[in-house]
C-alpha cells in the first residue's frame, strides 16, 4: 500500500503526531510520499539527514492508494483539488476543530492503521459543482467546489441584485447579501448557518440558500443535481465576489455564471463503521439534553 500526506499550516504538536504517524508506516512496511507543501512545513522537525518522498504540483502520483490530509476541513477542500480528477480517496485527520468532513481523529488514527492498510474502509463519493464564465473563464483559480458556491457583495454597506434562472427559466431575483448554492456536502457548511436546509451526502440535491435576505418569504429551496443554475449579478459597485470552497475572486458585474453538477466526484474514506447519523450528533451536539439520558 502507498499512501500520500497532505497539510498545511503544522504547529510543533502536530508535527510531532504527524512524525510519530511516519514512523509507524515504516514500521508498518507501507510506503509513503509527502505532498511539498507538507514536507516543507515539516523540514524544521525533521531530522538531519532523514529522508522522506516527496511530490509536488497539482496532481499526485496515480499510485497512491490514499491520500491522507492532516488540518481541518479547509484542508480536505484544498485536498480535493489534488485529487478531484484521479479516484484517490482522502482520508481526513482532524487536527483542527470541528473538523465535519474529517473521518478520523488523530488520537485514534494509530489504531484505525492496519485496517486502513487491509482496506478496510468505506469510501463515500460526493458531488462537485463545476463553474463556467461566459466572459474571461481564465479568471477562476479552480473550476469546481465541493462544499459550495457563494456570490457575495463586495461592498459591506449595500446588499446585490442576483438574477437565478433554472434550466433556463427565471427562478428569482434575490435581494440579499448573497446566495449559496451548495451540495450535500456542504449543507453542514456555510448553508447550514444561513439557515439552509441538512441534506444527506448519497442525496442527489443542491440547495440554494439566500445570505440576509430583504424579502421575508424568500427561504432556501432544494433542486435536482441535474439542473443548470446560471446567476447574473446587480449591484451599486462594478464587481462582486465569488467563492468556490475557498477560492476567492472578484468578478465584474457584466459575468454570467453557470454552475452544474461537475463530470466527476470526490471519494473520502471513512471508518467502516461510522455514519453520518452519528457524526451529526457528535459534531452538532444533538441530544445532550439531559432530559435524552434515558434513551
Known amino acids: 500500500m502507498t499512501v500520500g500526506l497532505y ?18 508506516l515504516g514500521e508498518k512496511h ?12 515539516l523540514q524544521a522537525h ?12 497539482g496532481e499526485p502520483p496515480n499510485d497512491l492508494d490514499l491520500l491522507f490530509t492532516f488540518g481541518g476541513d479547509g484542508t480536505i ?28 481523529k488523530s488520537d485514534e488514527l494509530l489504531d484505525h492503521l492496519d485496517s486502513i492498510a487491509n482496506g478496510e474502509y468505506q469510501v463515500s463519493e460526493r458531488t462537485l459543482l463545476s463553474v463556467s464564465l461566459d466572459k474571461n473563464p481564465e479568471r477562476l483559480p479552480v473550476h469546481f467546489a465541493l462544499n459550495e458556491v457563494t456570490v457575495s457583495r463586495k461592498a459591506i454597506s449595500s446588499m446585490i441584485d442576483i438574477r437565478a434562472e433554472l434550466n433556463g427559466e427565471f427562478l428569482n431575483t434575490y435581494w440579499a447579501d448573497g446566495l449559496i448554492i451548495s451540495t450535500p456536502t456542504g449543507s453542514t457548511a456555510y448553508s447550514l448557518s444561513c439557515g ?41 459597485t462594478p464587481e462582486f465576489l465569488v467563492t468556490l470552497d475557498s477560492h476567492r475572486i472578484l468578478l465584474d458585474t457584466a459575468t454570467e455564471l453557470r454552475i452544474k453538477k461537475a463530470a466527476c466526484k470526490v471519494q473520502i ?20 439534553d439531559p432530559r435524552n439520558q434515558w434513551r
Open 196 to 236: 439552509g436546509p441538512i441534506l444527506m451526502p448519497q442525496n442527489d440535491n443542491i440547495a440554494l440558500t439566500p445570505i440576509a435576505p430583504h424579502n421575508l418569504s424568500v427561504r432556501p429551496i432544494i433542486l435536482s443535481d441535474e439542473s443548470e443554475i446560471n446567476l447574473q449579478v446587480m449591484s451599486r
Open 46 to 57: 525533521l531530522s538531519p539527514g532523514e529522508k522522506v518522498g516527496v511530490f509536488s504540483g
Open 30 to 41: 507501507i510506503d509513503f510520499q509527502l505532498h511539498e507543501e507538507l514536507y516543507t512545513a
Open 7 to 24: 497539510g498545511q499550516k503544522i504547529t510543533a504538536e502536530s508535527a510531532a503526531f504527524i512524525k510519530a504517524f511516519l514512523k509507524t
Open 77 to 104: 477542500l484544498r485536498a480535493a483539488s489534488l485529487v478531484y480528477n484521479t479516484g484517490i480517496p482522502l482520508a481526513g485527520v482532524n487536527m483542527g476543530q470541528l473538523g465535519f468532513l474529517a473521518s478520523y
Open 269 to 288: 474514506a471513512h471508518p467502516r463503521d461510522s455514519s453520518f447519523l452519528n457524526t451529526l450528533r457528535s459534531k452538532l451536539h444533538w441530544g445532550v
